[in-house]
Protein backbone atom coordinates (compact mmCIF):
# COMPACT_ATOMS: atom_id res chain seq x y z
CA UNK A 1 0.00 0.00 0.00
CA UNK A 2 2.62 2.48 -1.06
CA UNK A 3 1.43 5.59 -2.68
CA UNK A 4 1.28 6.58 -6.38
CA UNK A 5 1.99 9.04 -7.98
CA UNK A 6 -1.24 10.11 -9.51
CA UNK A 7 -4.85 8.34 -8.97
CA UNK A 8 -4.97 5.15 -11.43
CA UNK A 9 -8.22 4.95 -10.56
CA UNK A 10 -10.58 1.68 -9.72
CA UNK A 11 -8.40 -0.34 -11.31
CA UNK A 12 -5.21 1.24 -10.00
CA UNK A 13 -2.90 -0.92 -7.83
CA UNK A 14 0.72 -0.56 -6.29
CA UNK A 15 2.86 -3.65 -6.69
CA UNK A 16 2.61 -3.57 -2.97
CA UNK A 17 -1.02 -4.27 -3.07
CA UNK A 18 -0.59 -6.75 -5.99
CA UNK A 19 1.93 -8.64 -4.33
CA UNK A 20 0.13 -8.50 -0.55
CA UNK A 21 -3.46 -8.06 -1.25
CA UNK A 22 -4.51 -5.98 1.60
CA UNK A 23 -7.29 -7.64 3.62
CA UNK A 24 -9.76 -4.93 3.46
CA UNK A 25 -11.66 -3.41 0.39
CA UNK A 26 -10.09 -0.28 0.06
CA UNK A 27 -8.02 1.95 1.88
CA UNK A 28 -7.57 5.68 1.79
CA UNK A 29 -5.03 8.44 3.73
CA UNK A 30 -5.17 12.36 3.43
CA UNK A 31 -1.47 12.17 3.61
CA UNK A 32 2.15 10.55 4.25
CA UNK A 33 2.89 10.37 8.21
CA UNK A 34 5.86 12.20 8.31
CA UNK A 35 7.05 15.64 10.49
CA UNK A 36 4.33 17.83 9.63
CA UNK A 37 1.24 15.05 9.31
CA UNK A 38 2.93 13.88 12.78
CA UNK A 39 2.80 17.64 14.10
CA UNK A 40 -0.81 17.29 13.49
CA UNK A 41 -1.73 14.24 15.07
CA UNK A 42 0.24 14.89 18.03
CA UNK A 43 -1.09 17.73 18.67
CA UNK A 44 -4.42 16.52 18.18
CA UNK A 45 -3.85 13.56 20.07
CA UNK A 46 -1.71 14.57 22.96
CA UNK A 47 -2.55 18.43 23.18
CA UNK A 48 -5.92 18.54 23.06
CA UNK A 49 -5.97 20.53 20.34
CA UNK A 50 -9.07 19.65 19.34
CA UNK A 51 -9.56 22.12 16.77
CA UNK A 52 -7.33 20.45 14.35
CA UNK A 53 -10.05 18.12 13.47
CA UNK A 54 -12.18 19.86 11.42
CA UNK A 55 -9.77 20.68 8.81
CA UNK A 56 -7.73 17.17 9.24
CA UNK A 57 -11.50 15.46 9.08
CA UNK A 58 -11.84 17.51 5.68
CA UNK A 59 -8.81 16.49 4.39
CA UNK A 60 -9.63 13.09 4.93
CA UNK A 61 -13.23 13.69 3.46
CA UNK A 62 -11.61 14.56 0.27
CA UNK A 63 -9.34 11.71 -0.01
CA UNK A 64 -11.46 9.46 0.77
CA UNK A 65 -14.71 11.24 -1.35
CA UNK A 66 -15.47 8.31 -2.87
CA UNK A 67 -15.53 5.90 0.32
CA UNK A 68 -17.29 8.34 2.71
CA UNK A 69 -20.15 8.72 -0.09
CA UNK A 70 -20.65 4.54 -0.83
CA UNK A 71 -20.33 4.33 3.27
CA UNK A 72 -23.66 3.49 5.72
CA UNK A 73 -21.90 4.04 8.72
CA UNK A 74 -18.89 5.57 9.94
CA UNK A 75 -16.79 3.85 13.13
CA UNK A 76 -13.90 5.16 14.75
CA UNK A 77 -11.37 2.83 15.57
CA UNK A 78 -11.83 2.71 20.21
CA UNK A 79 -9.48 3.31 22.87
CA UNK A 80 -9.37 1.58 25.77
CA UNK A 81 -11.58 2.32 28.30
CA UNK A 82 -8.36 3.18 30.50
CA UNK A 83 -6.68 5.02 27.55
CA UNK A 84 -9.93 7.42 27.12
CA UNK A 85 -9.99 8.05 31.07
CA UNK A 86 -6.65 8.97 30.75
CA UNK A 87 -6.93 11.21 27.84
CA UNK A 88 -10.57 11.82 27.84
CA UNK A 89 -11.45 11.72 23.95
CA UNK A 90 -10.42 9.19 21.35
CA UNK A 91 -9.09 11.08 18.31
CA UNK A 92 -10.72 8.93 15.80
CA UNK A 93 -13.97 9.53 17.44
CA UNK A 94 -13.43 12.87 16.79
CA UNK A 95 -12.11 12.79 13.31
CA UNK A 96 -14.88 10.25 12.68
CA UNK A 97 -17.84 12.84 14.18
CA UNK A 98 -16.42 15.79 12.09
CA UNK A 99 -16.05 13.79 9.33
CA UNK A 100 -20.14 12.38 9.73
CA UNK A 101 -21.31 15.99 10.26
CA UNK A 102 -19.38 17.32 7.10
CA UNK A 103 -21.03 14.53 4.60
CA UNK A 104 -24.19 14.08 6.59
CA UNK A 105 -23.79 10.56 7.31
CA UNK A 106 -24.28 8.59 10.62
CA UNK A 107 -21.73 7.59 12.75
CA UNK A 108 -21.23 5.29 15.76
CA UNK A 109 -18.58 4.90 18.15
CA UNK A 110 -20.29 1.72 19.82
CA UNK A 111 -20.24 -0.74 16.87
CA UNK A 112 -15.92 -1.81 17.79
CA UNK A 113 -14.90 -2.24 21.20
CA UNK A 114 -11.19 -2.49 22.73
CA UNK A 115 -11.48 -5.12 24.99
CA UNK A 116 -7.67 -5.73 25.84
CA UNK A 117 -5.46 -2.74 27.17
CA UNK A 118 -2.49 -2.54 24.65
CA UNK A 119 0.89 -0.47 25.52
CA UNK A 120 1.08 2.61 23.52
CA UNK A 121 2.42 2.00 19.56
CA UNK A 122 4.78 4.72 19.57
CA UNK A 123 8.22 3.85 19.06
CA UNK A 124 7.23 -0.41 18.54
CA UNK A 125 8.47 -1.86 14.93
CA UNK A 126 6.11 -3.79 12.83
CA UNK A 127 6.20 -7.28 14.43
CA UNK A 128 6.09 -5.85 18.07
CA UNK A 129 3.00 -3.37 17.10
CA UNK A 130 1.01 -6.55 15.34
CA UNK A 131 1.64 -8.35 18.33
CA UNK A 132 0.72 -5.36 20.57
CA UNK A 133 -3.23 -5.67 19.30
CA UNK A 134 -3.78 -8.91 18.37
CA UNK A 135 -6.92 -9.70 20.33
CA UNK A 136 -7.31 -6.25 21.20
CA UNK A 137 -10.70 -5.53 19.30
CA UNK A 138 -14.32 -7.08 18.93
CA UNK A 139 -17.71 -5.81 17.40
CA UNK A 140 -19.96 -5.41 20.21
CA UNK A 141 -22.35 -8.25 20.21
CA UNK A 142 -25.45 -6.33 20.11
CA UNK A 143 -23.89 -4.05 16.63
CA UNK A 144 -23.44 -7.22 14.96
CA UNK A 145 -26.96 -6.97 13.71
CA UNK A 146 -26.50 -3.74 12.74
CA UNK A 147 -23.25 -3.57 10.37
CA UNK A 148 -24.44 -7.10 8.47
CA UNK A 149 -24.43 -6.27 5.10
CA UNK A 150 -23.82 -2.38 5.19
CA UNK A 151 -20.83 -0.93 4.06
CA UNK A 152 -19.06 0.22 7.05
CA UNK A 153 -16.27 2.97 7.19
CA UNK A 154 -13.38 2.48 9.90
CA UNK A 155 -11.71 5.83 10.66
CA UNK A 156 -8.39 5.94 12.86
CA UNK A 157 -5.60 8.87 12.97
CA UNK A 158 -2.69 7.01 11.46
CA UNK A 159 -2.11 3.30 9.48
CA UNK A 160 0.47 1.37 9.36
CA UNK A 161 0.91 -1.92 6.91
CA UNK A 162 0.47 -4.08 9.57
CA UNK A 163 -3.00 -2.16 11.07
CA UNK A 164 -4.95 -3.85 7.36
CA UNK A 165 -4.43 -7.25 9.14
CA UNK A 166 -5.63 -5.96 12.64
CA UNK A 167 -9.16 -4.02 10.90
CA UNK A 168 -9.64 -7.51 8.93
CA UNK A 169 -9.30 -9.49 11.99
CA UNK A 170 -11.65 -7.25 13.75
CA UNK A 171 -14.43 -8.00 10.92
CA UNK A 172 -13.70 -11.32 10.69
CA UNK A 173 -13.99 -11.82 14.33
CA UNK A 174 -17.33 -10.08 13.97
CA UNK A 175 -18.51 -12.77 11.65
CA UNK A 176 -20.61 -9.81 10.47
CA UNK A 177 -20.79 -9.72 6.63
CA UNK A 178 -20.28 -6.40 5.74
CA UNK A 179 -18.23 -4.20 3.38
CA UNK A 180 -15.14 -2.68 5.45
CA UNK A 181 -13.32 0.19 4.37
CA UNK A 182 -10.91 2.16 5.90
CA UNK A 183 -10.10 5.83 6.00
CA UNK A 184 -7.16 7.84 7.82
CA UNK A 185 -5.67 11.05 8.14
CA UNK A 186 -1.96 9.76 7.69
CA UNK A 187 -0.48 6.65 6.19
CA UNK A 188 3.34 5.44 7.34
CA UNK A 189 5.62 3.81 4.40
CA UNK A 190 8.57 2.90 4.61
CA UNK A 191 11.78 4.93 3.15
CA UNK A 192 12.19 2.63 0.52
CA UNK A 193 8.20 2.46 -0.30
CA UNK A 194 7.83 6.74 -0.38
CA UNK A 195 9.80 6.25 -3.49
CA UNK A 196 7.98 6.30 -6.75
Known amino acids: MCPLAYD ?4 GLSAEAIADPPPLERARAACIHDDISRGLVHGLKYRDRLGLAPAMAGWMARAGAELVAEADIIVPVPLHRRRLWSRR ?25 RIRATPRQVGLH ?27 LLIDDVIRPESRSRRARVRSNARARCRSTFLTFARVVSPAAATI
Request: with cysteine; hydrophobic share 45%; net charge positive.
Open 126 to 152: RDPRRDNVRGAFVVDREQRAMIEGRRV
Open 89 to 113: FNQAAVLAGSIARQCNKSMDPAVLA
Open 8 to 11: LGEV
